[in-house]
T-cell receptor, first 114, second 112 residues
Framework: GQNIDQPTEMTATEGAIVQINCTYQ??????LFWYQQHAGEAPTFLSYNVLDGLEEKGRFSSFLSRSKGYSYLLLKELQMKDSASYLCAVRALYSGAGSYQLTFGKGTKLSVIP | EAGVTQFPSHSVIEKGQTVTLRCDPI?????LYWYRRVMGKEIKFLLH????????ESGMPNNRFLAERTGGTYSTLKVQPAELEDSGVYFC??????????FGSGTRLTVV
């Protein structure tokens, strides 16, 4: 089975940097996704890592270490609009179905304060 | 391009009734997924269509849930009869590969 852990809540100040961690245990690993979700809206894609290392995209960066089962999402120059839930999701191959499945963590609710 | 559209956005039904949720994926996306988030829990996989075929339905909770995707376009998820524990937000996602998933805004189902 899959197990994904991430902090439930975090608070950070506007303009600061925040790092949201995600640890996972899985078999058949085939990539890790980060999504942002505002209340009542669709999860929106932020980043995808399948190899070890850092992926940078504007104010957002994501890091993956497959050997440690660890990822983080780094948000720089925080803005009030970054207040949202951030979902870590692992894609793995389920051999019985021959299909990839996304398994989500419970999400980290980030509050950005002035 | 238009995103993934789900209808209705909210539904409140009584225990024992039937509800049908609809998902219109991004045009041309062969892969369509249903997920569910029960309050306080993580988003969980329900099933995966490739065109009109069910590729993987290992996440469907029981036989009260029926998903269809006639013609490989839109999909419906029927719950019959609904139980209290079926309450939650049902998300649909589509993809043109096994890589990029685009999610809809979800249908919030409340069974009373």
């Amino acid at each position: 089975g899959q197990n994904i852990d991430q902090p439930t809540e975090m608070t950070a100040t506007e303009g600061a940097i925040v790092q949201i961690n995600c640890t996972y245990q899985t078999s058949g690993f085939n990539g890790l996704f980060w999504y942002q979700q505002h209340a009542g809206e669709a999860p929106t894609f932020l980043s995808y890592n399948v190899l070890d290392g850092l992926e940078e995209k504007g104010r957002f960066s994501s890091f993956l270490s497959r050997s440690k089962g660890y990822s983080y999402l780094l948000l720089k120059e925080l803005q009030m609009k970054d207040s949202a839930s951030y979902l870590c999701a692992v894609r793995a191959l389920y051999s019985g179905a021959g299909s990839y499945q996304l398994t989500f963590g419970k999400g980290t609710k980030l509050s950005v304060i002035p | 391009e238009a995103g993934v559209t789900q209808f209705p956005s909210h539904s409140v039904i009584e225990k024992g009734q039937t509800v049908t949720l609809r998902c219109d994926p991004i045009s041309g996306h062969d892969n369509l997924y249903w997920y569910r988030r029960v309050m306080g829990k993580e988003i969980k996989f329900l099933l995966h269509f490739v065109k009109e075929s069910k590729q993987d339905e290992s996440g469907m909770p029981n036989n009260r849930f029926l998903a269809e995707r006639t013609g490989g376009t839109y999909s419906t998820l029927k719950v019959q009869p609904a139980e209290l524990e079926d309450s939650g937000v049902y998300f649909c996602a589509s993809s043109d590969s096994n890589y990029g998933y685009t999610f809809g805004s979800g249908t919030r189902l409340t069974v009373v």
